[in-house]
């Protein structure tokens, strides 16, 4: 099973990835997490990222293509995976088509602006374990601190209203797109992205089975 994920920032992607993978047992790969873990480990490609980044661009079409090529040659990939922010332009997804045949779906959780920078503002994630949270729609049982390990809560660099207005406009200009470009192959599925984050995943099951 191939699948990628295309959504607005904060629309659930994240989310919803940690929960298919667990259904289908396949790889999650997130580029977002591996650009942030290239940063915070002080690599070259992690400063070469950082600033783009933090204002709410996006990285080269060629180096993302480079990483992914590389992590989706690893061994737990063998029984797929769900990209979860890639692609995120056109060319992206021509370069991915290019390198394994063809996805077997794209869903797309849409959400309205006013609620996606509603939403970003309030995420929260802990550096230690990398589980998320959501003031608004996932709190941690203890404000600011990790359930998971204990760790303090942090808040994402481009989880700011500027970064986020940033991104969000990024998204329309450059991702959306991606929209109309797997619809034409009829491999998109769309989900209401603001149902509950249990509907949204019984959705996405359901719609991915009627094709099966
Ligand atoms: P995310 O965690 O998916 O929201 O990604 C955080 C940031 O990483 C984005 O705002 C971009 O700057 C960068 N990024 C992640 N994935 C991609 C991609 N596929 N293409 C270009 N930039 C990306």
Redesign the pocket.
Known sequence: MKLVLIGA?AAG??TQAKRLIEHYNIAHI????M??EEISKGTELGEK?KS??AS????S?DL?IEIVKARIAEDDCKNGFIF??????VV?AEKLDEIIGHIDRAVFINAPDEVMLQRLTARETCPKCGATYNKLSLPSKVAGVCDACGEKLTQRK?DTVEAGKA?LK?FHEQSEPLVDYYKKQNLLFEVNGLMDIDEVTKSIISGLGEKA
């Open positions: 920032p992607k994240g997130s580029t977002g997490d650009l942030r990222v783009v980044m709410g661009g996006l990285v079409d993302i979860d922010g890639f692609p995120r332009t992206q481009d991104r990024t």
